[in-house]
């Protein structure tokens, strides 16, 4: 019966979530939007109906209890978030959220009460390419949003963080003046958002760390305009072919550092020599450009910093153009919590499974909870054709077997 | 005298044309524009108050006559164009129909008349950013223009080169049908849009070539996209890694081709990985990208066009990517006619000049003279800071003293 129960609360909130979006292809909901705003509601009425009590806090986050047995001891606190990068996928955050519910429901409907409080918790602004702030909802949770990034602006509309959670109903001021929830327990869904599992062919795996990152989102070259025809090649400064460069140097040094055996990602997600002034028959005076770099040793993101300054300084005097970096933005490698990991893995040997242990290469909440002290860890689901895309795709048999796997973890105990 | 009086025009005409511009920075005059016929009123009222007899054709381009000593012999067409690249400087294209106006106005007011009819001429869409065509204007009034050709859509409406010549008083059928102009003599007085000039501290030179270019306007490369954590190197298909191979694949080849001593120019004028589907976290699934090639010598044309396809071939298999080249456009490397740079040459070392011969990097309309069988000279002004960009600079004192060596080859005969 509770397989069924499960089943049916997977397949109708996710229906009920991914019917909220921007249109399409895909799937937007932008961080502190109403499309997000929506998206928590749907959540709220469902786990009042529950029977859950919900509450909110000044940064919109949402939180559905369910009492356990040892209502003194620290809850364990389960959930994900609701928005997602533009055009993304269907199970990106979404899915972690679901599986929270039905974890819940679960417990519900088997008469049986978890050992401490259980908390749905859906996060706010998760999703990083909105406002460059990591981990906005989660922090503010914690009390460790600052009120310098409480001024950082969303990207698609120019207008502040504080100006945006206010406007969905927050309380910017109180989030900056909150020392946040009592450290507890954070167990976080998540797709795995790479190919690992789905290579291997497992369902789910547990995480025990979270890459960090270090990122230039808005730098650009100055190379010098240039009729395309008029222009000799000596006397060009083009911006393009200095980006070029850059990226082949990068890719160079990414392939060195993993045949060390380090962690390490290095993505340009964007590169505009796009605008306006930009044209076929001139040599282009301007680059616009990010890059994100990412492991799990800060070490590494530092050499590869050093890497990415030093080829700054060769391309600008062999190209004659001038790079602006911008302002550096970064988050932390972090280790999650090997007990609960272990409470996990064991739930699952003991329904004849064998999850393997790994890292996760994106960023999460979960990894906030940990920095703030919290036994935080992550579940990753198996899923194909990638992330952040449209295309998105994972089989709901997998998140409805780590849900069992969780509700045995907690029900035994 | 001449000289006050080709001072004042080039001064005053100058200022009259760049008067006329969508807002800057810079000059912007789209090809089949209202503004683009807007300067070219400037030149007919003008013309018509020096006495010259002004007409158009069906593709709207302008013709100011003035009668010569043989009124039978082939006329001698001075001219250029009015149309500027979006944010484009104040001098291409404008400089030389300036210049002939001055010319024009010398003769008249010298009481001399030429030798032959002189027609001042101002070339309708030149420049092929807004059309992808090349020399649309001249073409049209050499009976040159295709029926296909004037389907082609404008760049930034969408609309095609039909629709906006109508709009402009043109008649497009009329332009397909004509047989064109009877060959005559052309003369383009132009900026070098290159440093040539300047870097040798001369005022002009003789143009003996005109570049032929090679062009993949809308090429792209489909990548899948995937999160900038998520996915391991190994498992990408990330489209701007590839882009930025292929660029320095090019640039290499374009330094090889040099070395052996031959012309080229390699340039990717526009580059776009700035969708509202890109963004720093995610592994970018497609950039859009056109490439330039251009040189004095079609083989070299043709051996670049084969190692941009086996680059392509070479990363589509290391990176798994697709590329889409979309269609080649192309435009003929050029001579132009000796004879009449010997003429021009004549006549500046009889005033103690040295006017170097050289070739020209951009194409130009005289290029689509002389490919229709036309005597067809053109004659370059020092300017700096590039060009197609609002800094674009020149000394009219040059242009004006281009004008009287015109004047001075044209009074003797």
Redesign the interface.
């Known amino acids: 019966m509770t397989d069924t129960l499960i089943k049916e609360t997977v397949d109708r909130l996710m229906e009920k979530i991914n019917s909220i979006s921007a249109p399409g292809p895909g799937y937007t909901r932008p961080s502190y939007s109403t499309l997000e705003t929506d998206s928590h509601r749907v959540i709220a009425e469902e786990a009042e109906a529950l029977g859950l009590e919900v509450t909110g806090d000044a940064a919109m986050n949402l939180y559905a209890r369910l009492p356990g047995r040892d209502r003194k001891a620290p809850a364990l606190y389960v959930g994900s978030h609701l928005d997602t ?3 993304g996928g269907a199970y ?1 955050g979404t899915a972690g959220v679901v599986g929270a519910m039905a974890l819940a429901t679960a417990f519900v409907k088997s008469g049986k009460a978890p050992p401490t409080d259980l908390v749905v918790t859906v996060i706010r602004a998760e ?3 909105w406002f460059p702030v990591s981990y906005i909802g989660s922090r503010s949770a914690l009390g460790r949003l600052t009120a310098a990034e409480m001024q950082a602006k969303r990207t698609d509309t120019g207008r502040t963080l504080a100006d945006h959670m206010r406007e969905q109903g927050g309380d910017p001021d109180a989030v900056i003046s909150s020392s946040g929830l009592a450290p507890a327990r954070f167990l976080e869904l998540h797709i ?5 599992l789905d290579d291997a062919g497992e369902a789910f795996g547990i995480v025990d760390g979270v ?1 960090g ?1 270090l ?1 230039y ?1 808005d730098a650009r070259i100055e190379g ?10 000596v ?1 060009r400064s ?1 911006a ?2 200095a ?3 850059l ?2 140097a990068m ?1 160079k040094a ?2 060195t550092v ?1 045949e060390e055996g380090h962690d390490l ?1 290095v ?8 605008t ?10 301007r ?2 450009f ?1 890059i ?1 770099i ?1 492991s799990d040793d800060t070490a590494i993101m530092e050499r590869l910093d050093r890497i990415f300054h030093d080829e700054i300084a060769r391309i600008e005097k062999a190209r004659g153009v001038r790079f602006v970096t911008g302002a550096q933005s970064r988050s932390q490698p972090t280790r999650l919590s090997p007990d609960l990991g272990q409470t996990i893995t064991a739930a699952a040997v003991a329904l004849g499974l064998k999850p393997r242990t790994m890292l ?4 999460h909440d979960a990894a906030a909870f940990a920095q703030a002290g919290w036994d935080s860890v992550m579940v990753f689901l198996r899923n194909w054709n ?4 449209p ?1 998105e795709a994972m089989n709901p048999a997998d998140l409805i077997q780590a849900v069992k796997v969780l509700h045995h973890a907690w029900s035994k105990s």
């Open positions: 990068v533009p055009m990106d999703e990083s390419v795995e958002q790479g190919p690992v890459r990152g990122r989102r010098v305009w240039a009729h395309s025809g008029g222009a000799p090649r006397s083009d393009v072919f980006l070029a460069d990226i082949v890719d990414w392939g993993l990602a993505t340009f997600g964007r590169v505009d020599a796009a306006a002034e930009h044209a076929f028959a001139k040599v282009p005076g680059v616009d990010c994100d990412r996760s290469g994106g960023g990638g992330s952040h895309n295309d």
